[in-house]
């Protein structure tokens, strides 16, 4: 019998969690079966456990590879020679397009998922937290070395403001999948309209 190849068994194990996100999104995680994944991936249920040991190992698969180019550029160290407050506006915007995409209401509906199931279990390790604390502090760094270069005002709490400018991306985010209509570019654009009133020397 001829050796599966590496790409084989990748593109496989991908298309199963494509197939998984959809039925997620669909249903819910809780009332989701592997019967009924196995069926949308073409596959029979067997053949799913021999990638995933269960549903809950296919979920958490769900959402890191949902991760996006732009959120790990969020979680690298800012380079020290570039324009921090100018790159920070630059990804914001990168960022927000990326909510018109079809497929982020899917992502957005499985982030909820597996939230609404954390707290449901008071699960104080919540998979997701980490990834939302490095995209805060990637935020917060480029806006303390912003504000190191003169470019923000002395009494801005980096911190704090990457706080508040990540739960606004995430209110966003369920305002769009809600409403598809809603225009999250252009209120971004008034956030980052903001820093420009109080940094006359970055470009628009």
Same mark, same amino acid.
């Given at each position: 019998m001829a050796k599966v190849s590496d790409a084989h068994l990748a593109a496989r194990r991908r298309s199963i969690v494509v197939a998984a996100c959809g039925v997620f999104s669909r249903k819910g995680v809780e009332n989701a079966t592997m019967a009924e994944i196995a069926s949308e991936a073409g596959l029979s249920p067997g053949a799913l456990y021999r990638y995933f040991e269960n549903k809950e190992q296919l979920? *958490? #698969?769900?959402?890191?590879? *949902?991760?996006? !180019?732009?959120?790990? $550029?969020?979680?690298? /160290?800012p380079d020290v020679a570039t324009d921090p407050l100018l790159e920070f506006l630059e990804l914001s915007r990168k960022t927000f397009a990326t909510l018109n995409n079809p497929d982020e209401r899917t992502h957005t509906l499985l982030m909820l998922e597996h939230i609404v199931m954390a707290v449901r279990q008071d699960d104080s390790e919540l998979a997701l937290r980490d990834g939302f604390e490095k995209t805060r502090d990637g935020i917060s760094q480029r806006l303390a070395l912003a504000k190191a270069n003169g470019q923000l005002p002395k009494?801005?709490?980096?911190?704090? =403001?990457?706080? =508040?400018? @990540?739960? @606004?991306?995430?209110? =966003?985010?369920?305002?769009? =999948?809600? !409403?598809?209509?809603?225009? #999250? !570019?252009? $209120?971004?654009? $008034?956030?980052?309209?903001?820093?420009?009133? /109080?940094?006359?020397?970055?470009?628009?």
């Open positions: 979920a *958490n #698969s769900c959402m890191s590879e *949902n991760a996006s !180019d732009i959120e790990e $550029q969020w979680k690298r /160290v009494g801005l709490d980096p911190k704090l =403001a990457a706080g =508040a400018l @990540f739960s @606004f991306y995430l209110g =966003a985010r369920i305002s769009k =999948a809600i !409403d598809h209509s809603i225009d #999250s !570019d252009g $209120q971004v654009e $008034q956030i980052l309209g903001l820093l420009r009133a /109080v940094s006359p020397s970055v470009r628009s």
